[in-house]
């Protein structure tokens, strides 16, 4: 299976989510490439689960490196201020048998985000606040 290029994602609205996509609120940004949102999983019930971004790697904040750092901070105030206690579209990235959301190799669930008709993802990307990268 090919892995799931952002250029390939078309971008969705509210009235366009289905079983593959959960409504969300991010209720914190960790930093540019990982958001905390309460998901609407359906019939009343809610997670709250911390999400990597798909598809991006954006500066640490968490670094002894001030270069890096100062990026870093640029970085996730540029997502805080496009999303934050904003209602988004959570896509999930599933596994290679379509049965399981992805998990990333610290165990945060992978997905790409859409908010107003636009990817997440994409917008840090076309910022330069992040560069391409998928695990």
Known sequence: ?????????????????????????CIDVY??????????????IHTIQKVRLYGINA????TTDTVEKSKGF???FFVEDKILITDVILQTIKTTTN?????????????????DGQ?????????GHAVEKYY
């Open 1 to 25: 299976m090919t892995k799931l290029k952002l250029e390939d994602v078309k971008a969705v609205t509210e009235n366009d989510a289905d079983f593959y996509y959960y409504r969300a609120k």
């Open 31 to 44: 930093d540019a490439d990982t958001i905390t949102l309460r998901i609407d999983v359906g019939f009343s």
């Open 59 to 62: 500066p640490e904040i968490r």
């Open 74 to 76: 640029a970085a996730a």
């Open 99 to 115: 049965v399981l959301d992805k998990k990333g190799k610290y165990g945060r669930y992978l997905g790409i985000i859409h908010i």
């Open 119 to 127: 990817v997440l993802n994409c917008l840090i990307l076309d910022s």
